[in-house]
């Protein structure tokens, strides 16, 4: 099940808002083989037959895309435009919020620091604190055939298509002078700031006070980004969650030019980079390091939210998103909404009848949206089109799974979500002022703030039954209402069409705005290198 911390706090003004931001999804290990995605040739061999795995589609040998430019396959044409990237993206939707998040794009650094407790030191991991502090920095930093699959930088940058570059270091290890159990029962003084972190946050900025200047490149006060590991094991049966994985913002401090504060940091178990070994079909070496808890929380320093329902399971579990993507059940690459919010991919706008050959999103960027009142910006409400295929940043997780029992789609297929990210603006007690969409983010004034109202946690949402993101199904059946995840049938395939209706739109054939949708999509040839998508209007 989905594990989470769900006290949060975000302070606006002189109010406190409960805001945190993590997760990870427990279940059973697949069984997998191990190979290096820098070495597609790699084999190993069971007790009778050789199994050959890569990490990456083993017949591509795609590279980023230049870091200026997402290539396209089409101009604009009859029926469409190429209006550029977005307008707005999600840090300036976290800074509206009194929050920060990291640039999305070029060279961004995070500083990385290992602690430990008093029971469990560093050198009791496996080869010491050397070697476990060599592990940390492969997980971060490393290349492919140093993790196996790909680390914190090596993801990231292919996922942006080149465009987001992460640097950093990761410090020694810091030995707390404190048990983990006087740990978890630490309480700030500052009552507005409920979390336990605060404690690491001082012990760092006095051990390392130069690092604090060295890592705001951008020079707003705050540290850019921070990710603290702890040394010992994470713990997902403890309600307080203390021992888990998560995002939070440290809001005591005002930011501070010459002398920053830190503000964004992730928090995470040093045992999580093992928590998913893909165990080999041989007795051969198994793939050292699993990064994905550490890529699915730096997602959320990027400013993501996640996708998953934080509200529980059980009867009438909502999970909309269909639970495969990387802020959701910690798998595949980002989906082309993601993206396209971080500023690394620009659409295809319809406007009219027309036809579009759509290359794979997970190597050029393409995309498809519909809306005919687009303004700008990816937090609107919209139809997004991609084509999906279990290469790239897909195929590991798509060919074998992952330890939580989620696996990526294995085939080819057309994904089509309902985005609705339209910004409302909300009080500093997070209560919506109005339900008017706002277009362009404003910032907190000590009154009111701009946030997407949409959430794919019911009790979260603006509105009763409306989702921020919904993938939509080819069967025409609405499975994730009830807690259904996604799987290959999710995905439309050649032949198929797809025409709004009840059965996904609270309204029939419009969106929740109750503007008409107006289109049909139709899926046509299908090859590797693209798919013919027939859009005919209706209204």
Known sequence: MIKKKTARTLLLGLTTIMLLSGCRLIGALWPSSSTSEDDPTSTTSSTSTTTSITTSDPTSSETPPPSSETPTSQEPGDGYTRPGYSSQNFRELAQAKGLEALESTGTQSVLVVPVDFTDYRAASQLGGAAASKN?????????????????????????????????????????????????????????????????????????????????????????????????????????????????????????????????????????????????????????????????????????????????????????????????????????????????????????????????????????????????????????????????????????????????????????????????????????????????????????????????NTPSRSIYNDVYYLHLLESTGINTFKDGGIASDVTLFKQGQTFTPSSTFFKYGNKFNSQKTIGYTISIGQMTNQEVVINITKTA
């Not at 700030?188 to 490149?217: A, F, G, H, R, W």
């Not at 998953?308 to 993507?325: E, K, R, V």
């Not at 082309?336 to 295809?348: E, I, N, R, T």
């Not at 609107?380 to 991609?386: A, H, M, N, R, T």
Request: glycine share 8%; aromatic share 18%; net charge negative.
């Open 135 to 455: 592990r940390i920095e492969k997980s971060f930093f490393g290349s492919t055939s140093e993790t196996g699959w790909h680390s914190v930088k090596t993801y990231f940058h292919k996922s942006s298509y080149g465009k987001l570059n992460v640097s950093g270091e990761v410090l020694p290890w810091l030995n707390l002078p404190i048990s983990r159990d006087a740990f978890k029962t630490i309480k700030n003084s500052n009552p507005s700031y409920d979390d336990n972190t605060y404690y690491v946050l001082d012990k760092i900025k006095e051990q390392y006070p130069d690092k604090m200047k060295e890592y705001d490149k951008d020079g707003n006060g705050y540290v850019d980004a921070l990710f603290i590991v702890y040394a010992c094991p994470f713990d997902s049966s403890d309600p307080d969650m203390t021992f888990w994985a998560y995002v939070f913002w440290d809001m005591r401090y005002d930011p501070n030019v010459s002398n920053p504060e830190f503000n964004v940091y992730g928090w995470a178990s040093y045992h999580f980079m093992d928590d998913a070994p893909y165990i080999p079909f041989t007795t051969t070496k198994a793939y050292e390091i699993d990064a994905h808890t550490y890529i699915h929380e730096f997602g959320n320093i990027l400013g993501l939210d996640d996708y998953y329902n934080y509200d529980g399971f059980g009867t009438g579990y909502l999970n909309m998103s269909g639970g495969i993507d990387m802020q959701a059940f910690n798998i595949i690459d980002h989906n082309m909404y993601s993206k396209f919010g971080l500023q690394w991919a620009q659409p295809y706008l319809v406007n009219d009848t027309t036809t579009i050959n759509l290359k794979p999103a997970h190597s050029s960027g393409e995309f498809i949206i519909i809306q005919d009142d687009y303004f700008g910006s990816a937090f609107d409400e919209y139809i997004l089109i991609e084509y999906y295929q279990p290469k790239g940043l897909n195929y590991m997780d798509s060919t074998i799974g992952y330890s939580n029992g989620a696996s990526g789609h294995s085939l080819n297929g057309v994904r089509i979500w309902h985005v609705d990210s339209r910004m409302f603006l909300f009080n500093a007690s997070y209560n919506p002022i109005s339900y008017d969409q706002v277009q362009y983010i404003k910032d907190f004034d000590g009154n009111s703030f701009t946030a997407i109202g949409p959430s």
